[in-house]
C-alpha cells in the first residue's frame, strides 16, 4: 500500500472559467475565505489599521491643539513687517465691476439708462450696509468720536454717512443717474493690525505731492486738523487730465486719526473718503489713480502699494 501512494501522481486542478474563479476568490467554501483572508486574518488587520489610524488622529490633534494654543483669535501672531501683508496698505476702491469680470477696474456706465445705473448703486448700498447702525450686529461698541480722539477702551469710532457727504449717499443715488454730474467712488485703506500712519505737516511734505494737498496740509496744521492719511487722485496722463474735471473729497480730505490703529474690535468701521467727480468728460476713458499719503505709506505703481488705480466712463 506505500508503493501504492508513492506512486500516486499530482493531479491539476480543474480548468475553471473566469466567472467561476472570481466566485471562489468572492468566498471559497472549501478554505472559508473571503476575498482571499480568512475571517480571523481579515480580523488582525482591520484591528491593526484601527489602532494606526486612532494613533493618527490622536497624534494630529494633540499637535492641532499645542497650535492653537500659539494662537490668539483677535490678534495675529505675526504682525506688520513680520507678517506676510507687511505694513504698507494698499488702497481698494468701490463699487466693483461685476463678477463676469473680475479683473476689470472700469466703472461704465450710462446715467439714462435706470437698469444700469442701478448696478452700480446697489453695490454701493451693499457695500455700505455695514455702516448702518440695524446692520451692524456690534453697533454698542461704536460711538461718536471727536476728530482726533481715540475712542474708549473695546469701543471703535463710527462712520457716520450724513449731510457732510452731500451727494454721495444713499438718498441722492451717489449721483450715477445725474444728466450731468458724475458719480461718488469710495476709497478705503486696507486694513493691517497694529499700524500706525506717520502723519505729513509743513515741513515734512515730499516733493512729488500734489501742490494742492501740500497747500491743504499746511492749512490744516495752521488749524492743529492735520493729522490724516491724506488722498489724491488724478488723472494718469495729460489726456485724462484734461478731462477729469473738478475733483472733491467728501467729507474731508482723507481718513481721521482716530480710526488708527486697527486692532479688530467688534464693530470696527473702516474710514471712508468719497471722490465726487463733478463734471468729467463723457464718452471717454478716463484713468485715475488715487494715492494715500502718510510718511510710512510707500508708493509704487507696479505693485500698487499705497495706491489703487480705476478707469471711468460716463456713455
Known sequence: ????????????????????????????????????????????????????????????????????????????????????????????????????????????????????????????????????????????????????????????????????????????????????GGPCIFLKLNKIYGWNPEYYNSTTVPDNMPQYLKSEIIEAEARNDYKYVWVSCQGENPADVENIGVIRYLPKWGFASQYFPFENVDGYLSPLVAIYFEKPKRGVLINIECKAWARNIIHDRTDRRGSVHFELMID
Open 1 to 180: 500500500m506505500a508503493d501504492k501512494k508513492g506512486e500516486q501522481m499530482y493531479t491539476r486542478p480543474p480548468k475553471l472559467s473566469g466567472w467561476d474563479s472570481f466566485k471562489i476568490f468572492l468566498w471559497n467554501s472549501e478554505t472559508s475565505q473571503f476575498l482571499g483572508r480568512t475571517g480571523s486574518s481579515w480580523g488582525k488587520i482591520l484591528l491593526f489599521y484601527l489602532i494606526f489610524y486612532a494613533v493618527l488622529i490622536g497624534f494630529f490633534s494633540a499637535m492641532l491643539a499645542v497650535f492653537y494654543q500659539t494662537l490668539d483669535d483677535r490678534e495675529p501672531k505675526w504682525k506688520l513687517e513680520k507678517s506676510l501683508i507687511g505694513s504698507n496698505p494698499g488702497l481698494g476702491f468701490r463699487p466693483m465691476p461685476p463678477d463676469s469680470n473680475v479683473e476689470s477696474t472700469l466703472i461704465w456706465y450710462k446715467a439714462s439708462d435706470k437698469g444700469n445705473v442701478q448696478f452700480w448703486q446697489k453695490q454701493l448700498d451693499e457695500f455700505l450696509a455695514t455702516y448702518e447702525k440695524e446692520n451692524n450686529p456690534n453697533y454698542n461698541n461704536v460711538e461718536q468720536c471727536i476728530p482726533h480722539q481715540k475712542p474708549s477702551k473695546g469701543k471703535v469710532c463710527d462712520v457716520r454717512l450724513d449731510a457732510d457727504w452731500q451727494k454721495c449717499v444713499k438718498e441722492n443715488g451717489y449721483n450715477y443717474d445725474s444728466p450731468e
